[in-house]
């Protein structure tokens, strides 16, 4: 099991920026790749970004150049930086934790993000 804890949502303007943490507890051994996920009201949850453990990364068109996702092993903690937001960036954003040889997907409970013009 891997337990997942995200932090670091809330109220920005059109043009700031936030520090999404997701810290990862329990059988963190058997992770293959972490990301961020989100979720808008009225629309399908999707991918912001991921980082394997060899720290390859993978970035959704919409945040490329704008979003940057980095781990810190030693924490077992992944983080999103999010620059220069705007206001279709509103979502509740969710850790991801995946095992790519069983399949199976870990998720945090999600924070609010909400980007005003």
């Known amino acids: 099991q891997v337990q997942l804890v995200e932090s670091g949502g809330g109220l920005v303007q059109a043009g700031g920026s936030l520090r999404l943490s997701c810290a990862a507890s329990?059988?963190?051994?058997?992770?293959?790749?972490m990301g961020w996920y989100r979720q808008a009201p009225g629309k399908q949850r999707e991918l912001v970004a991921t980082?394997?453990?060899?720290?390859?990364?993978n970035y959704a068109d919409s945040v490329k150049g704008r979003f940057t996702i980095a781990r810190d092993n030693a924490k077992n903690t992944v983080y999103l930086q999010m620059n220069s937001l705007k206001p279709e960036d509103t979502a509740v954003y969710h850790c991801?934790?995946?095992?790519?040889?069983?399949?199976?997907?870990?998720w945090g409970q999600g924070t609010q993000v909400t980007v005003s013009s």
């Open positions: 991801n934790a995946v095992n790519y040889y069983s399949g199976y997907h870990y």
């Open positions: 980082i394997t453990t060899g720290g390859n990364t």
């Open positions: 329990g059988s963190f051994f058997s992770i293959n790749a």
